[in-house]
């Protein structure tokens, strides 16, 4: 089945470093990709999306880009701050039978982002 | 304000006790989904319904019971056969056309 590959954490940067979360993804058809942002305690909120090749999604200063090729939405962001300290999923679209759409995650990588 | 709400934010189970977490939503979606999360886990999914009075089951369905009398509300019931309970679990809802699963803050369930 489908499934969704992240790096594993946790990371730890210090303030204003370039960020890259990788994520790359099987999948037998064109699966929307998703990335949900966790904060201590609280549930999961979209940073952004993209729905087919090619595209961009972006949030806040996060970035990521679908790419067919090589089955990959990596995050990135240029320049951190203490407040994306968080834990960060990749995730993709995909179907069971009869149509139902589920979500499929990736095991979440845990960033602190240091003063 | 649109969102969910899950209550309550923190619950305590007995051995062979069941419990029920609370999912409501006024975001006017058809579609809702129950997941649960571990240490260092992704989401695994529970339960998911995507209308009223229907609900199947999703990847760990052993030992939680759902309904969906309402269209705003999915409660969760954690039976006594889940032996192992203790999880964050996540309530989620979806509008199907935008395809987008909104999140509520969550309940940590633990056992006594």
């Known amino acids: 089945g489908d499934s969704v590959t992240q790096m594993e954490g946790p990371v730890t940067l210090s303030e204003e470093a370039f960020l890259t979360i990788n994520c790359t993804y099987t999948a037998t058809g064109y699966p929307s990709l998703f990335w949900y942002v966790q904060y201590p305690g609280e549930g999961l909120q979209l940073l952004l999306k993209?729905?087919?090749?090619?595209d961009k999604g972006s949030n806040k200063g996060f970035e990521a880009t679908y790419r067919k090729e090589t089955t990959s939405f990596h995050l990135e962001k240029g320049s951190v701050q203490v407040s994306d300290s968080a834990v960060y999923f990749c995730?993709?679209?995909?179907?069971?039978?009869?149509?139902?759409?589920?979500?499929?995650f990736g095991k979440g990588t845990k960033l602190t982002v240091n003063p | 304000d649109g969102g969910i709400t899950q209550s309550p934010k923190y619950l305590f189970r007995k051995e062979g006790q069941n419990v029920t977490l609370s999912c409501e939503q006024n975001?006017?979606?058809?579609?809702m989904y129950w997941y649960r999360q571990d240490p260092g886990q992704g989401l695994r999914l529970i339960y998911y319904?995507?209308?009223?009075?229907?609900?199947q089951k999703g990847d760990i369905a052993e030992g939680y019971s759902v309904s969906r009398e309402k269209k705003e509300s999915f409660p969760l019931t954690v039976t006594s056969a889940q032996k192992n309970p203790t999880a964050f679990y996540l309530c989620a809802s979806s509008d199907r056309v935008q395809e987008t699963q909104y999140f509520g803050p969550g309940t940590r369930l633990l056992v006594l």
């Open positions: 993209a729905t087919k090749a090619d």
């Open positions: 975001l006017n979606h058809d579609a």
């Open positions: 319904s995507q209308i009223v009075n229907d609900f």
């Open positions: 995730a993709l679209s995909d179907f069971y039978e009869g149509g139902s759409e589920k979500l499929v």
